[in-house]
């Protein structure tokens, strides 16, 4: 998807040429999701309205229907209309509850990203000074009991899936202890929960990856150089093993932060959040096809601005990357 | 490979997982067979009921026994992930390797999908397709599989780009042999097992994943049930009712983990295994030093590892002000062991002693008294003792400008301001003629070449007022002429502060050219020592004969084997009695192979050639 870069202007600017071509293939990548979107609602095997009314609908209904969503034009001319719409805002309408899909977007978008923010700022808190501390105090070979009980325990965290993670949580937190609310979204303490169940996981997996990318770090040959300089330990671990390490954590955090945006799908239908997921999944049982294409289109989007922000953060941490690419 | 994977099932975690996975397996075979009846058995009269003599769990609406119902659902839980699996990864080779099949073109539009599919998590790719395909257990498995491709392509094309470049790959591509068959018969056995370890482990996600799409309803549909839909049914009464929700769930979790940790435990198993004993510092007894003139004292100097193996045993030697000091020795005898040695930079489990270590008159070995002296020491060491490392590519942090990692110490050691200690790095920059040194300064190192990386690298031992720099095969990774310019550098260096250099290096050449005496080691002991102007002449060790014989000249016979010391260096591990160096000697006697010899008037041996057998050598001077 990269452009070719031949002008003298891009070559002199390494950063003005990673803005063109980074920019370039979020826009091939953002086409092409526009496009799968589109086509979604003509693989699907049969007629997707009949499908939606049921076999029970009137076929005036039915035909009716295909005519206010266009489905009767031809493709090319659907697509066109599609992304008109798309470049106007309209996102067309929903076919089980009639209001604007992009009404009921704005409606439940923000509690989807208000937990997969804090989910996230939750894991990075509590993954990389775990993860660095546990890398300083088992480097060479140090404690091996805890390093054991670190990694198998972040193996187990990391393999129990956010949703059964979420049932765990409400067994033991809200009907057994009574702490917080078993669902809904509320006061504080709602929150609590939900952010739990997407965080744990991720941040174990995070916490595991800071600490063997530290380790790694440790063993290279400019940390050597470092401590030959005489540094104090401190300068050397923050000043140059910590951005060195962080730049795995950092991607490994982005694909993580996608990944919970997903994962949101999941712990919305178990605490019965009024977000997204839960739109997504009910709109997917209901075959309400516009209102999925909007809300997929809105996930992959919402992943695309967070890797495109990685990006831009590792060549900020790691001037090579922006070079390596070229 | 066979034997690897059985080592693999004899560690702990390995047994254990390979255990679960097994059982698990079995569950799945044999559970339906058993148990279909207890399972679907309705029983009205015990509707929804808590755990009890008759049902361990408890029952669910309809009044079916939850226990029998968690254990007859593994069969489809677990094979509806295997196939999701199976598509996953005949989808991810396929599409993994279409760029080793496909030649330029197509392998850049298969590139290019599965680097903009990988960009996606997969559940959002799994709801994507979840939709096309249909909600139900085979849209759910068709979905999950095509789902978890992109994944197994991104590894598939990392793993065959990595063999690509083998040998025997190259081989092939100029014996003519086909992309595709090349793909069959010459890569994919290549990368099978790192392919089978992630396959393994991905059905643990895939497991986990579907149960995820039958728990919000998207999978297996009713009458069917699997753990994820069985969940999704009885969350709603998790209040009254919680082994209902908790016991599928335990189920995928356990089930989940026996992929996961048996994949896990393989790919460490077949990896390497780092040492993990711990060696404790001894601190023997400082004596000061006795030289006024001594730069670096090092007596009975010993290095060694858990194992236990010592690979320096016992060097001594003096380095005087202005004086260059050649170690030479093949790889392995112990001399840039030696050099961390000295330099402190020896990491635990590595453990050194010495009778006495002094830089400066000032011991570097032992306890101290106080703690400031810690700060004395670091500082002594920061500001004049300078190390230069082998690989100037990998020697300076990546991610920091060569003029910032220059004045850092400066800013630490002297106190220097952040404008002071950089404006003293482009100085020595300049000194270590590194041409635009203003500009340089404020490059990364990728921006630098080997020779002028080396060159920085020797500046930024001269940020502070070095007595000694200690070199570590500085030249090895540049090419001649540069190596020239560095070993010149270093010279000029020496003349004009009188700073005393230490230099290793396998180059028995190298040394001759610029050094003032010479330490050959053999095995992690000084075998010789002599001066540089007498290594023509009067090498009297067997060992230094054999090196200098192996330095090729203009006299040198082309249409002649090139020299070589016969036999290969011992391992540290396994010394022998006598001299180190008997086996591959061939004035070797009985005393050699019983008696270790001592360094005695500057040779280590039992049978010194004598000085004028010989005038054949050339030193190596060009």
Same mark, same amino acid.
């Given at each position: 998807?990269?452009?070719?870069?031949?002008?003298?202007?891009?070559?002199?600017h390494?950063?003005?040429?990673?803005a063109?071509?980074?920019?370039?293939?979020?826009?091939?990548?953002?086409?092409?999701l526009?496009?799968?979107?589109?086509?979604?609602?003509?693989?699907?095997?049969g007629d997707?309205?009949?499908?939606?009314?049921?076999?029970?609908?009137?076929?005036?209904?039915?035909?009716?229907?295909?005519?206010?969503?266009?489905?009767?034009?031809?493709?090319?001319?659907?697509?066109?209309?599609?992304?008109?719409?798309?470049?106007?805002?309209?996102?067309?309408t929903?076919?089980?509850?009639?209001?604007?899909?992009?009404?009921?977007?704005?409606?439940?978008?923000?509690?989807?990203?208000?937990?997969?923010?804090?989910?996230?700022?939750?894991?990075?808190?509590?993954?990389?000074?775990?993860?660095?501390?546990m890398?300083?105090?088992?480097?060479?070979?140090?404690?091996?009991?805890?390093?054991?009980?670190?990694?198998?325990?972040a193996?187990?965290?990391a393999?129990?899936?956010?949703?059964?993670?979420? @049932?765990? *949580? /409400? =067994?033991?937190?809200? !009907?057994? #202890?009574?702490?917080?609310? $078993?669902?809904?979204?509320?006061?504080?303490?709602?929150?609590?929960?939900p952010?739990?169940?997407l965080?744990?996981?991720p941040?174990?997996v995070?916490?595991?990856?800071?600490?063997?990318?530290?380790?790694?770090?440790?063993?290279?040959?400019?940390?050597?150089?470092?401590?030959?300089?005489?540094?104090?330990?401190?300068?050397?671990?923050l000043?140059?093993?910590?951005?060195?390490?962080?730049?795995?954590?950092?991607?490994?955090?982005?694909l993580?932060?996608?990944?919970?945006?997903?994962?949101?799908?999941?712990?919305?239908?178990?605490?019965?959040?009024?977000?997204?997921?839960?739109t997504?999944?009910?709109?997917?049982?209901?075959?309400?096809?516009?209102?999925?294409?909007? @809300?997929? *289109? /809105? =996930?992959?989007?919402? !992943?695309? #601005?967070?890797?495109?922000? $990685?990006?831009?953060?590792?060549?900020?941490?790691?001037?090579?990357?922006?070079i390596?690419?070229? | 490979?066979r034997?690897?994977?059985?080592?693999?099932?004899?560690?702990?975690?390995?047994?254990?997982?390979?255990?679960?996975?097994?059982?698990?397996?079995?569950?799945?075979?044999?559970?339906?067979?058993?148990?279909?009846?207890q399972?679907?058995?309705?029983?009205?009269?015990?509707l929804?009921?808590?755990?009890?003599?008759?049902?361990?769990?408890?029952?669910?609406?309809?009044?079916?026994?939850?226990?029998?119902?968690?254990?007859?659902?593994?069969?489809?839980?677990?094979?509806?992930a295997?196939?999701?699996?199976?598509?996953?990864?005949?989808?991810?080779?396929?599409?993994?390797?279409?760029?080793?099949?496909?030649?330029?073109?197509?392998?850049?539009?298969?590139?290019?999908?599965?680097?903009?599919?990988?960009?996606?998590?997969?559940?959002?790719?799994a709801?994507?397709?979840?939709?096309?395909?249909?909600?139900?257990?085979?849209?759910?498995?068709?979905?999950?599989?095509?789902?978890?491709?992109?994944?197994?392509?991104?590894?598939?094309?990392?793993?065959?780009?990595?063999?690509?470049?083998?040998?025997?790959?190259?081989?092939?591509?100029?014996?003519?042999?086909?992309?595709?068959?090349?793909?069959?018969?010459?890569?994919?056995?290549?990368?099978?097992?790192?392919?089978?370890?992630?396959?393994?482990i991905?059905?643990?996600?895939?497991?986990?994943a579907?149960?995820g799409?039958?728990?919000i309803?998207?999978?297996?549909?009713?009458?069917?049930?699997?753990?994820?839909?069985?969940?999704?049914?009885?969350?709603?009464?998790?209040?009254?009712?919680?082994?209902?929700?908790?016991?599928?769930?335990?189920?995928?979790?356990?089930?989940?983990?026996?992929?996961?940790?048996f994949?896990?435990?393989?790919?460490?198993?077949?990896?390497?295994?780092?040492?993990r004993?711990?060696?404790?510092?001894?601190?023997?007894?400082?004596?000061?030093?006795?030289?006024?003139?001594?730069?670096l004292?090092?007596?009975?100097?010993?290095v060694?590892?858990?194992?236990?193996?010592?690979?320096?045993?016992?060097?001594?030697?003096?380095?005087?002000?202005?004086?260059?000091?050649?170690?030479?020795?093949?790889?392995?005898?112990?001399?840039?062991?030696?050099?961390?040695?000295?330099?402190?930079?020896?990491?635990?489990?590595?453990?050194?002693?010495?009778?006495?270590?002094?830089?400066?008159?000032?011991?570097?070995?032992?306890?101290?008294?106080?703690?400031?002296?810690?700060?004395?020491?670091?500082?002594?060491l920061?500001?004049?003792?300078?190390?230069?490392?082998?690989?100037?590519?990998?020697?300076?942090?990546?991610?920091k400008?060569?003029?910032?990692?220059?004045?850092?110490?400066?800013?630490?050691?002297?106190?220097?301001s952040?404008?002071?200690?950089?404006?003293?790095?482009?100085?020595?920059?300049?000194?270590?003629?590194?041409?635009?040194?203003?500009?340089?300064?404020?490059?990364?190192?990728?921006?630098?070449?080997?020779?002028?990386r080396?060159?920085?690298?020797?500046?930024?031992?001269?940020?502070?007022?070095?007595?000694?720099?200690?070199?570590?095969?500085?030249?090895?990774?540049?090419?001649?002429?540069?190596?020239?310019?560095?070993?010149?550098l270093?010279?000029?260096i020496?003349?004009?502060?009188?700073?005393a250099?230490?230099?290793?290096?396998?180059?028995?050449?190298?040394?001759?050219?610029?050094?003032?005496r010479?330490?050959?080691?053999?095995?992690?002991?000084?075998?010789?020592?002599?001066?540089?102007?007498?290594?023509?002449?009067?090498?009297?060790?067997?060992?230094?004969?054999?090196?200098?014989?192996?330095?090729?000249?203009?006299?040198?016979?082309?249409?002649?084997?090139?020299?070589?010391?016969?036999?290969?260096?011992v391992?540290?591990?396994?010394?022998?009695d006598?001299c180190?160096?008997?086996?591959?000697?061939?004035?070797?006697s009985?005393?050699?192979?019983?008696?270790?010899?001592?360094?005695?008037?500057?040779?280590?041996?039992?049978?010194?050639?004598a000085?004028?057998?010989?005038?054949?050598?050339?030193?190596?001077?060009?």
């Open positions: 998807m990269t452009t070719t870069v031949s002008a003298p202007v891009l070559t002199t390494p950063w003005l040429a990673f063109v071509r980074r920019l370039g293939r979020l826009a091939g990548s953002v086409l092409i526009v496009s799968a979107a589109f086509l979604m609602i003509h693989l699907i095997p997707p309205v009949r499908g939606a009314l049921g076999p029970a609908a009137a076929q005036s209904l039915v035909d009716a229907q295909r005519a206010s969503l266009g489905l009767d034009n031809p493709l090319w001319q659907q697509y066109v209309d599609f992304l008109h719409h798309l470049v106007t805002g309209n996102l067309g929903s076919i089980t509850t009639g209001l604007p899909v992009s009404d009921v977007i704005r409606d439940r978008l923000p509690a989807t990203v208000e937990l997969a923010v804090a989910a996230f700022l939750v894991a990075m808190l509590i993954a990389v000074p775990l993860g660095l501390a890398g300083v105090l088992t480097r060479g070979g140090r404690r091996p009991r805890a390093e054991l009980g670190f990694t198998s325990t193996v187990v965290l393999a129990i899936p956010e949703f059964l993670l979420a @049932v765990g *949580l /409400v =067994y033991i937190f809200a !009907v057994t #202890l009574h702490w917080f609310p $078993v669902a809904g979204r509320g006061s504080v303490a709602s929150y609590v929960l952010v739990l169940s965080a744990i996981g941040a174990a995070l916490a595991r990856i800071c600490r063997v990318e530290l380790l790694a770090v440790l063993q290279t040959d400019y940390l050597r150089t470092a401590r030959a300089k005489r540094l104090p330990a401190a300068a050397v671990y000043r140059h093993a910590l951005p060195n390490a962080a730049t795995a954590t950092i991607t490994v955090g982005g993580l932060l996608g990944g919970m945006v997903a994962g949101t799908v999941l712990v919305e239908n178990v605490f019965g959040w009024p977000g997204l997921g839960s997504i999944v009910s709109s997917i049982i209901a075959k309400d096809y516009p209102l999925v294409q909007g @809300v997929v *289109l /809105v =996930y992959g989007v919402g !992943v695309l #601005l967070v890797n495109l922000a $990685v990006d831009v953060i590792l060549a900020l941490l790691d001037p090579r990357s922006t390596r690419e070229s | 490979m034997t690897r994977w059985i080592a693999v099932l004899r560690t702990p975690v390995g047994a254990g997982a390979g255990l679960l996975l097994l059982g698990v397996l079995l569950l799945a075979v044999f559970a339906p067979v058993l148990w279909s009846h399972a679907n058995a309705i029983d009205t009269d015990h929804l009921q808590g755990s009890s003599a008759q049902h361990w769990l408890g029952t669910d609406n309809l009044g079916r026994d939850i226990f029998y119902r968690v254990l007859v659902a593994s069969r489809t839980s677990i094979l509806l295997l196939l999701a699996t199976a598509i996953a990864v005949v989808t991810g080779l396929a599409l993994g390797s279409a760029p080793a099949i496909l030649g330029k073109r197509g392998g850049r539009a298969a590139i290019a999908v599965v680097n903009i599919a990988v960009a996606f998590p997969g559940l959002l790719l709801l994507f397709f979840a939709v096309v395909f249909g909600v139900g257990a085979k849209g759910a498995v068709l979905a999950i599989g095509f789902a978890g491709a992109p994944s197994f392509a991104r590894l598939t094309q990392t793993l065959v780009a990595g063999v690509a470049e083998r040998d025997f790959i190259a081989a092939a591509r100029i014996a003519g042999v086909g992309r595709f068959r090349m793909l069959v018969r010459h890569i994919l056995p290549n990368i099978a097992e790192p392919l089978v370890v992630n396959a393994t991905g059905a643990g996600g895939t497991l986990l579907f149960a799409l039958s728990f309803g998207l999978g297996v549909q009713p009458p069917a049930y699997d753990w994820g839909r069985m969940l999704g049914e009885s969350l709603s009464g998790i209040y009254v009712h919680p082994a209902a929700a908790l016991a599928p769930g335990v189920a995928v979790v356990i089930a989940g983990l026996a992929f996961n940790l994949g896990e435990a393989v790919a460490k198993g077949l990896g390497v295994q780092v040492p004993a711990r060696w404790t510092s001894r601190t023997p007894e400082a004596v000061p030093a006795r030289d006024s003139d001594a730069v004292v090092v007596e009975d100097l010993q060694s590892f858990p194992g236990p193996v010592t690979p320096v045993r016992g060097v001594s030697f003096t380095i005087r002000k202005g004086e260059i000091v050649g170690l030479v020795g093949e790889s392995g005898s112990g001399k840039s062991l030696t050099a961390l040695a000295v330099a402190q930079l020896i990491e635990p489990p590595g453990q050194v002693t010495a009778a006495e270590l002094s830089f400066l008159g000032a011991p570097l070995l032992g306890r101290l008294p106080v703690r400031s002296t810690a700060a004395t020491r670091r500082r002594l920061g500001t004049s003792f300078a190390m230069v490392f082998q690989d100037p590519m990998t020697s300076f942090n990546p991610t400008r060569i003029g910032v990692q220059l004045a850092e110490g400066a800013r630490e050691h002297q106190g220097l952040r404008r002071a200690a950089m404006n003293r790095a482009i100085d020595r920059l300049r000194a270590v003629r590194v041409p635009a040194a203003e500009r340089r300064a404020h490059q990364y190192p990728h921006e630098f070449s080997g020779g002028m080396q060159r920085a690298m020797i500046g930024m031992g001269l940020m502070g007022t070095p007595a000694l720099i200690v070199a570590d095969e500085p030249t090895t990774a540049l090419d001649v002429t540069v190596q020239r310019q560095v070993l010149r270093l010279e000029t020496r003349s004009e502060d009188d700073v250099v230490l230099l290793i290096s396998h180059d028995i050449s190298v040394v001759a050219e610029i050094c003032d010479v330490l050959v080691m053999y095995a992690g002991r000084v075998v010789e020592d002599l001066p540089a102007t007498e290594l023509a002449t009067g090498a009297r060790h067997p060992y230094t004969r054999a090196l200098l014989a192996a330095v090729p000249d203009l006299d040198t016979a082309l249409d002649e084997p090139l020299a070589v010391i016969p036999g290969r260096p391992d540290p591990a396994r010394l022998p006598g180190a160096f008997a086996a591959r000697c061939s004035f070797a009985d005393r050699c192979r019983t008696e270790d010899p001592v360094l005695v008037d500057q040779v280590a041996c039992w049978h010194p050639q000085q004028a057998e010989y005038s054949s050598f050339r030193t190596g001077q060009r």
